[in-house]
């Protein structure tokens, strides 16, 4: 069974930084897209950042030039750097995994608990 684990969630002021970070646990082949989302109150959630193919980098408009996402796939975890926080990025965010299994299962949509970011003075 894969799991996931975030981490670094907190609050920091305008301006400032937080990393973030996802463990999966269990047993994985391949990981073929690993990201972040984010959901604020009210809204819906909404792709931050993901990595297709261990290379392919995508962003939201919103967070470009300021949030990197890597991955280090030999721990299957992947990281967000956030910069320049705004209070707008505050939100709980949520690490999402789709994978392939050892036994050639397709993994879809797994999803972490979230960690909760609050971007305030």
């Known amino acids: 069974q894969v799991q996931l684990v975030e981490s670094g969630g907190g609050l920091v002021q305008p301006g400032g930084s937080l990393g973030l970070s996802c463990v999966a646990s269990?047993?994985?082949?391949?990981?073929?897209?690993m990201g972040w989302y984010r959901q604020a109150p009210g809204r819906e959630r909404e792709l931050v950042a993901r990595i297709r193919m261990g290379v392919i980098e995508e962003y939201a408009d919103s967070v470009k030039g300021r949030f990197t996402i890597s991955l280090d796939a030999a721990k299957n975890t992947v990281f967000l750097q956030m910069n320049s926080l705004k209070p707008e990025d505050t939100a709980v965010y949520y690490c999402?995994?789709?994978?392939?299994?050892?036994?050639?299962?397709?993994?879809?949509?797994?999803w972490g608990p979230g960690t909760q970011v609050t971007v305030s003075s």
């Open positions: 269990g047993s994985i082949r391949t990981i073929d897209a």
């Open positions: 999402k995994l789709d994978a392939t299994l050892p036994w050639g299962t397709v993994l879809r949509g797994t």
